[in-house]
């Protein structure tokens, strides 16, 4: 393995995240902060330690499939780490279990905070922390993948290390096109969103931040209450529908668009992505309606936005959920564990692995009746691999026993179940908002230190998605 190689693409990675503390600091400065201070110095620390390795190192176009997963995993590990440097500068609430766990949760998208005042935070901290949202979003690995200027060679292995095999099924382009076709939906969404947002009456800056965090399906945002804070019917009207859409494969998107035969019209996933999401929405409501929680209308408001919220690991808010009756909260639980779909910005299981058991259920059923038949496992119409079957079922084992032994832990450690296996489920899945003590506008700063390392460690895995981590380790020690 070369090193010298790995530690190159991890200067353009430090050199991506200096660019957006710069412009944090350009707005503290203009704003006469006290953070200029630190988003300065920490941009300065970036561009230094990343520039020596691409004055001092040779390119290459040779790059083997463990050089590029060690660039993913390595890359989202440093990210995090200098993520943390404006926060523990700036000080606050932050000490360095909280910065790292609050960078964390800013580039794995998953929303989580330690923060009891996030309104009290200057605006120039506040952006750097929505910009974790939306460096994250798209993936650290995916802005190096657009800057680089290898040949393919060079690429293709950091790609096939960053994104899932599920994924890659509705990308009939070539690598080139994948990133520049990521690239164009992830911008083109976030602008069209911060132009309606702010013709809403959000503030320009609020809209920005609110749209790079819903984009991402983050969650990060500049209000105490979260987009409750607003009380805007229209304004969570158009998150929502965001939301949903962030949440469906980009490449259909796109594909929708151009003109494709790929397109969110055609997909039978898309389908019942958005069918399940609506039945969910429907039965949270009724369930709110019947209980006398709130009129219709206020319930119908409320289930949507929640459900829409958690189902594709946005995580914002508008309504305190633990009061809410055990049948709506199981409902929301169901959707923070299966989410939305692969080839988007949304964490957890991904509504294609859940789509893809029950194909396999069925399966397996009709092999009982016909041992000796052949059936295809298709998806959109594509043929499934075994190898792809196998992985999958693994996966969700794996996803399954992760987030039960993570709640293991954090009981031991006196934290109490709901909390505990609601965090762990937040975490992994890079939902953000839980249950018991860290609902929807709760936070998870009150935490011990040593509870906060192991859900930042979940909420990698989750972002990783366990497999490329378990890789990594199984090369190094092969």
Known sequence: MKKEIIIKHLGYVLLINSFFLFISFLISWF?????????LFSAIICIIIGGFPLVFVEPTDNISFGEGLTIVVLGWLLTCLVGTLPYIMWGGEFTFANAWFESVSGFTTTGSTILNN??????????????????????IILFVLLILPQ????????????????????????????????AIVYVSLTFLETLILYFLGMSFFDAVNHSFATIATGGFSTKNLSVAAFNNVSIEMVITFFMLISGIHFGLIAGTFIGRKENVFRS???KAYISIMLIGVLLVALKLYYSGYYD????????????????????FATADTPNWPIFARII???????CAMVGST?????????YMLFKLIGKQIKLLKHPNAIFVTKMDGKPISE?????????ILLYIFTFFMTTFILTAMNIDGMTAFSASIATIGNVGPGFGDVSSLGNFGALPDAAKYVLSINMLLGRLEIFNVLSLFMLRGS
């Open 31 to 39: 704003l006469n902060e006290e953070s200029a201070i630190p988003l």
């Open 118 to 139: 996030i309104e009290g935070l200057p605006k120039g901290i506040l952006f750097w922390r929505s910009s974790t949202h939306w460096i994250g979003g798209i993936g």
């Open 151 to 182: 040949k393919k060679g060079a690429k293709i292995n950091i790609y096939n290390a960053e994104i899932s095999n599920l994924s890659k099924l509705n990308f009939r382009y070539r690598l080139k096109n994948i990133v520049r076709i990521l």
């Open 268 to 270: 039978s996933v898309v």
């Open 296 to 315: 219709w209308w206020a319930s119908l408001r409320y289930a949507s936005f929640q459900v829409i919220s958690l189902g594709t690991t946005t995580g």
């Open 332 to 338: 929301l639980i169901y959707f923070t564990i299966q």
């Open 346 to 354: 949304s964490g957890g299981l991904k509504f294609d692995r859940i």
């Open 387 to 395: 190898q792809l079957e196998q992985q999958t079922t693994v996966f």
